[in-house]
């Protein structure tokens, strides 16, 4: 195997491993927000935010609603 091959197949499993472990932090969410979105409804059902915000720090926000 010639030098030239092997730099390449070890550059190609590094760029493979990246992009295997940016699938599950990334691209699923990004294409499941309805899922998303009804799991941090069952999540957050029953939380007074004001009680668990600490002072003088924003009020939770939608993370998944459009910025205007």
Known sequence: MSANR??????????????AAFYP???H????K???KEIQKVNR????????QPVGLKI???PF????
């Open 34 to 36: 309805d899922e998303y």
């Open 25 to 27: 932090i990334f691209f």
């Open 60 to 62: 939770w926000s939608d």
């Open 45 to 52: 059902a029953g939380i007074n935010q004001t009680d668990v």
């Open 29 to 32: 969410p990004y294409s499941h």
């Open 6 to 19: 092997r730099i390449t197949l070890i550059f190609g499993g590094f760029i493979a491993a990246v992009a």
């Open 65 to 68: 609603k459009p910025k205007s």
